[in-house]
């Protein structure tokens, strides 16, 4: 039962444009979510965060958009570089737990 | 200045062997735990501590015994490896006192390989 999905496996954008990567989850109890880059061999970095009492966070080129009726969140990349290209976690928690349930990612490849 | 560290990054061995992965963290966190990611790309977890006391054990085989001898150290040993225990291993630390939305921080992750 995975209670956290990323349905695209993959993503191929062109560079300077806009890359959206889309979380979706089924516990509403969650109410902290993050988003972590990972490169070949290397461990997951964060990346950006937000909690449900907001519906967006930025940070630089990165927002979080967070949409709690539809359970939904997505990563905005603008604008992209090849530099992006990595696997991209959601993962969703709930305040006073230890525990994130993790997506299987998303491979963002950008184009030059 | 790595933050958070695992050895070896890559371990291969036999079936049945016993073997030990280290972490060690510098953030000066209070809480640890180790995830497995197995082929499929699921990022798992199994186990953590916070302040060297058990407090997450996920429905793991015993043969997977963690040791934290302190904070800033977390170790798993497995004993009879098994070929289904083939996954990349990842340690991770988060200061969790004093913090409502806790932030995980990943080490590189241990490649095993069990022939």
């Known amino acids: 039962d995975q209670q956290v999905k990323q349905n695209s496996p993959s993503l191929s954008v062109q560079e300077g444009r806009i890359s959206i990567l889309n979380c979706d989850y089924t516990n509403s109890m969650f109410d902290y979510f993050l988003w972590y880059k990972k490169y070949p061999a290397e461990g997951p970095t964060f990346l950006i965060s937000?909690?449900?009492?907001?519906d967006k966070n930025e940070d630089g080129r990165f927002t979080v958009f967070l949409n709690k009726s539809a359970k939904h969140l997505s990563l905005h990349i603008v604008p992209s570089q090849p530099g992006d290209s990595a696997v991209y976690f959601c993962a969703a928690g709930y305040s006073g737990t230890y525990k994130y349930i993790f997506g299987t990612g998303t491979r963002l490849k950008v184009l030059a | 200045d790595t933050a958070v560290s695992q050895t070896p990054k890559y371990l291969v061995t036999q079936m049945g062997n016993d073997k030990s992965i280290k972490c060690e963290q510098n953030?000066?966190?209070?809480?640890m735990y180790w995830y497995k990611q197995d082929s499929k790309k699921f990022l798992k977890i199994m186990f953590s501590y916070n302040n060297k006391e058990l407090i997450i054990n996920e429905t793991v085989p015993n043969r997977f015994s963690p040791k934290s001898p302190d904070k800033a150290h977390l170790n798993l040993h497995i004993n009879s490896l098994e070929l289904g225990d083939s996954a990349v291993y990842f340690c991770?630390?988060?200061?969790?006192?004093?913090?409502?939305?806790?932030?995980?921080?990943f080490g590189p992750g241990t490649r095993l390989t069990v022939l």
């Open positions: 937000i909690s449900s009492i907001k």
């Open positions: 953030l000066g966190h209070d809480t």
């Open positions: 991770a630390s988060s200061q969790v006192a004093g913090t409502k939305f806790i932030t995980q921080y």
